[in-house]
């Protein structure tokens, strides 16, 4: 890896738990005094109702290092949702950036240098989930928002890796098309 992070990109999806709680973040990662800088700083100046970006906090006064900010793939029209989204969801993406530098795929000594932009996917079904447990979803927008960061830091998946997959590879719902499905 060079000395100077640029710009990195991933994505992750994990899924599995209860109605509403899969996590599919992209983010991008990049030093701050570059183009990152500029995208992060217009992001968090610049909200827009229904998509508001925010700061990833651990708590209310508590915000992680590299500095993360949240955006919704989704516009927020409900209360509870906000309230799902800016809180179990928030506080797990904020953990999941820290697990990124515990396991190293964020070097420690640029925690300071780098900002992260998470595009974030809450299923809007969660609202519905009477019975919803906020520890699924944590743990399952943690483990993604980890797992992210660490294809991005390490370019994953690769060209070859693409190239050498790419007729095995069918996206989901062009399959479920095909399968009358959708």
């Given at each position: 890896m060079s000395d100077k992070i640029y710009m990195r990109v991933g994505e992750a999806l994990v899924a599995g738990g209860p109605p509403g709680t899969a996590a599919e973040p992209e983010v991008i990662i990049g030093e701050m005094n570059g183009p990152m800088g500029t995208a992060f700083g217009t992001l968090l100046g610049d909200q827009v109702k229904g998509h508001s970006r925010v700061l990833a906090i651990l708590n209310t006064d508590i915000m992680v290092r590299p500095a993360?900010?949240?955006?919704?793939?989704?516009?927020?029209?409900?209360?509870?949702?906000?309230?799902?989204?800016?809180g179990t969801v928030q506080a797990a993406i904020a953990?999941?950036?820290l697990d990124a530098v515990r396991n190293g795929d964020i070097p420690k000594e640029k925690a300071n240098d780098l900002g992260i932009i998470v595009s974030v996917w809450l299923n809007p079904i969660v609202v519905e989930q009477d019975d919803l447990d906020h520890q699924i979803l944590f743990d399952i927008h943690r483990k993604a928002t980890a797992n992210a960061i660490h294809k991005a830091m390490s370019n994953k998946p690769d060209i070859d890796w693409l190239l050498e997959n790419q007729e095995k590879i069918v996206h989901k719902y062009f399959q479920m098309g095909l399968d009358g499905k959708i």
């Open positions: 993360t900010i949240m955006v919704s793939k989704v516009t927020v029209k409900n209360e509870r949702y906000t309230n799902i989204l800016m953990n999941g950036v």
